[in-house]
């Protein structure tokens, strides 16, 4: 037998490929060789050192365009701020309808009129012009429809030109000059005139430039039902002026009565020469190979993914193709917020940075306008393509070296080795035992000194191997089967342990051998095991037994061991069973059920329709309490019972803990299907009776909740928090029932639950801030005072109206009062010596009316800020009947001045009646007051009547919200003595200054009052 398997050994040694040790090992060597160069390739590849050249180029041209831009930006914000030029034009043009000096009508056919007209504007636009960066600006006056107007008609109106905004203006005007004005207005300005002067604009029609037909068209046609600003429009096209050769862009907006009436336009532009100077191309390349353009499109120029945009002004090489006379570029996105364009046949790459021209909702906001910095590829990645040759370069010379190396380095090793093979080749053909001569190389001569000792050992260890294997404890038995040679070897026991002893001793081939070993599989269970390997389950007269098949191919050999793993299954499966399964009722306990569904979910197409069911056993404390644990466990066993009984075949039970249980009913078409399952399993619970010591018929009494898979959720742990939430719902309100999931239920539990906790945060860590809005005086605009705000950052609670709701409904509204108090003058306190607010400002807290600080927190406050609570003004709102012994307590606490401010006086909480009980030191004017007061008469009167009761009782009134211009006067005008609201000043961390505008009304009401 030992000399068949020695024979066997042979030949498939024999048959194995064979290759020279020179090709082994200069193969592998090649194969290290050609690793390294893939991990080098890799290295390169991962770290992307090209593609981050690539990146930083382009990043680096996106940063100098998008700093241009903000400067670019800056230019046409400056420009187009012509809201306080159209109130004066406006305004002036009303006085002169009022006094009957023009009309209407004639407005823009009579010459008297409209050069009465416009030398009274005169003046506004050259100040418009000096404080503007800016090349002009023009006025055209028109009151009728465009579209009945013939081209050519003679339109009155102004365009004054500046060729250099950035130089010191003359005093003479003698920098400026007029292309546009009647001889009048000429005569009247003293400027002169340039070499395309006209004395009138001609209408042009629908052509381009549009600085007037674009514009009043559209405020004409939609009745002028937005402010004038939303109706503003930059020229898309760069345009020039009859007689003319110099390109500008312009803005212009429609003059609007308050009526409605649009009478004309007025803008400002902008000359192309003059913009290319604020767009230095040679900023994005020292080589002057970059470009900027302004560029414009619209919502609908993007289509299939590229974007047409139309070139307004150039500042460098212009890269627009002959075949493109409109200026129109094709650019494609990279995908990283650049984009990559043809031009004259070269590629660009051109970042485009928006430019805000117009509000969301202009009638104009569909016209996008940018700025482009483009530069050529080869010059932008010329860096990364230089890097990209020498590494490949670098790669190439390390191969070729490489190679050369190898074929020496195997030579040299390869030599020895053949010499020794030559040697046994010459012992083999002398039929005697090789003499191996010595190479110098350790690790080969000692290997060739073991030849001969392994050669002794071999049969003597192979005797001992079989004699192991007949004395084993464990029934093995095992086959090898010869592809090549066709033969078979089976040990004596193989086919009886897998329940075929008639087998024994039969000759075999190897096809009838597979043939007989298939044939047991497909009659016995078979099951595969994580190493691959089959336990055969085979019946056998004297029980079950378990087989463990092995097997595995060695060349042209396939060997297979049979092991009778019995003992060793049985004792697995009684283990799992106890480690799978609750005791008392049999059901999956919890560590179970998790692996089981966690398997289930794994495969969606086995869950079908599926519903998770948790349950709770109502009466189980009572039992207990009243019979005894043993009464319990009965209870508990009798439910284990029904669950088993009443459910489908393949549904999974659990016992979760003491009196939980869980059920996935899964692999179902519909809900109703399962529905149906679950109704039988309640009848069941319901029919089932325990009967007490008592003699009392206990039912079986569930609460329950359902959650859906997939509807509520996908995945174990969704369901399950689902199912628990329903069935607490359940024992909540009406025990004994079973609940279905609802997820809106769930979102208002949840949000108010979160709610709830970031209150109690709010208030464990004081986890608010305070911003300050400045209140100043009506007489001189100077800060009298500062209102404290308070803020939170807490996702739920960004309103302080909502915290003092959870405040009042858990009666925490004394911490609210301590904080506030605290954290606002701790700010407050931080910006006084930061000197950052005013130094002897007053500061306004809110207070909550019926809520008083206690002594220890008043002497508190009062040790630390002293100084602060001599200026602390507390502001008091009715809510609800006020505690005026509350109030007088805040009056008396230590260190406070003793003022008091009303709020939201006119607001509904508080009232007269109010008035008159606190005596305040100062009254605010609800904003739903001021908010409109310049149209409103009632309003008016109502901060009058205010104003004559508070005045000789020296109170002050503070107006509230003060949001326009127009209400910023008429408070003023009406006697409020502070002002506060957003047209003022917002509410900031660091408070700031008085908004330019407000300052310039107040000064310019108290210079009216002077004189």
Known sequence: MFDAWKERQRQRLKNRPERTVFYNIFATMMLVLVVELLMAVASILAVNVTGQLDENAKDLLTMRVRNRASYVQEILRNAEDLDQLSEQITATTQQLLKSGDISLDTLDNSSEQSDALLVALAPQLLDTLRTKQVTGIFIMLNTHDLDTCEVGKKMPGIYLRDMDPDARPSERNSDLLLERASATVVKELAIGTDKGWQPAFPYQGDTKGGILRTVFQTAYKSGASLSAESYGRWTTNSYCLAGDDRHAIAYSMPLILPDGTVYGVVGVEL???????????????????????????????????????????????????????????????????????????????????????????????????????????????????????????????????????????????????????????????????????????????????????????????????????????????????????????VTDNFFSL?????????????????????????????????????????????????????????????????????????????????????????????????????????????????????????????????????????????????????????????????????????????????????????????????????????????????????????????????????????????????EEFDIGVYNREAYAERTRREFRQLLSNAQVFYCFQPIFSARSGRVVAYEALMRSDLPTLRSPATIMKLAREQGALYEIERITFTKALETFDSLCRAGSVSGDAMLFVNSIANTCLSHEDGKYINSHWHELCRRMVVEITEEEEIDYEALERKRNAPGFSGMFALDDYGSGYSNENTLLQLAPRFVKVDITIIRGIDTSPDKQQILRNVVAYAHPRSMKIVAEGVETAAELRTVIELGADLLQGYFLARPAIVPGDIAPEAAAIIRELQRRKKD
């Not at 039969?506 to 009659?523: N, Q, Y």
């Not at 191919?553 to 399964?581: M, N, P, S, Y």
């Open 271 to 489: 000359l192309t020469d003059y913009l290319q100077t604020k767009l230095p191309f040679t900023e994005l390349d020292e080589d002057k190979a970059g470009t900027y353009f302004i560029v414009t499109t619209t919502d609908d120029a993007l289509t299939d993914g590229v974007l047409s945009l139309r070139k307004t002004v150039t500042s460098g090489e212009d890269l627009v193709t002959a075949d493109a006379p409109l200026g129109v570029l094709n650019c494609r996105s990279d995908g990283n917020g650049g984009n990559w364009a043809e031009l004259n046949g070269k590629r660009y790459y051109m970042v485009l940075e928006p430019l805000l021209v117009y509000n969301r909702n202009a009638p104009f906001a569909a016209e996008k306008w940018f700025l482009a910095g483009t530069m050529e590829q080869s010059v932008l990645l010329a860096f990364s393509d230089r890097v990209r040759e020498v590494l490949l370069a670098t790669l190439l010379f390390t191969l070729v070296l490489s190679v050369l190396g190898s074929l020496l380095i195997s030579a040299r090793l390869a030599s020895p080795i053949n010499h020794l093979y030559r040697e046994v080749i010459d012992a083999q053909e002398k039929k005697t035992f090789p003499r191996l001569s010595r190479t110098a190389i350790r690790e080969v001569d000692r290997f060739a000194e073991t030849i001969t000792e392994l050669n002794k050992e071999l049969v003597t260890n192979s005797t001992k191997f079989l004699r192991i294997m007949d004395m084993a404890s464990v029934e093995i038995g095992g086959y090898e089967l010869r592809t090549d040679t066709g033969s078979v070897f």
């Open 498 to 738: 897998l329940g075929k002893p008639e087998m024994q001793g039969e000759p075999l081939s190897v096809r009838r051998f597979e043939e007989v070993l298939k044939g047991i599989r497909e009659k016995n269970p078979c099951d595969h095991t994580a190493e691959g390997d089959e336990l055969l389950t085979i019946q056998q007269p004297d029980g079950v037994r378990y087989i463990m098949l092995r097997r595995t191919i060695e060349g042209h050999a396939k060997i297979g061991l049979a092991e009778d793993v019995t003992a060793a299954v049985l004792e697995r499966k009684r283990i799992e069973h106890e480690r799978d399964h609750d005791i008392l009722t049999g059901l999956y306990n919890r560590q179970a059920f998790n692996r089981v569904c966690t398997e289930l979910f794994a495969a969606p197409e086995r869950m079908g329709v599926a519903a998770l069911m948790m349950m709770d056993l109502d009466n189980l404390k009572h039992i207990n309490d009243t019979y005894g644990h043993d009464w319990g466990d009965q209870y508990i066993r009798r439910t284990g019972q029904c669950l088993r009984d009443n459910t489908p075949a393949g549904t999974v039970c659990a016992r979760l803990s003491g009196d939980e249980f869980l059920v996935l009913f899964h692999g179902y078409r519909s809900r109703d299907a399962v529905r149906e399952k679950i109704d039988c399993l309640t009848n069941a619970m319901q029919q089932s009776v325990a009967l007490l010591p008592s003699g009392n018929a206990l039912h079986i009494s569930l609460s329950g909740g359902i959650a859906w898979y997939p509807d509520d959720g996908q995945d174990w742990e969704t369901l399950k928090k689902y199912a628990d939430f329903a069935m607490y719902q359940v024992k909540h309100a009406d025990k004994g029932r079973v």
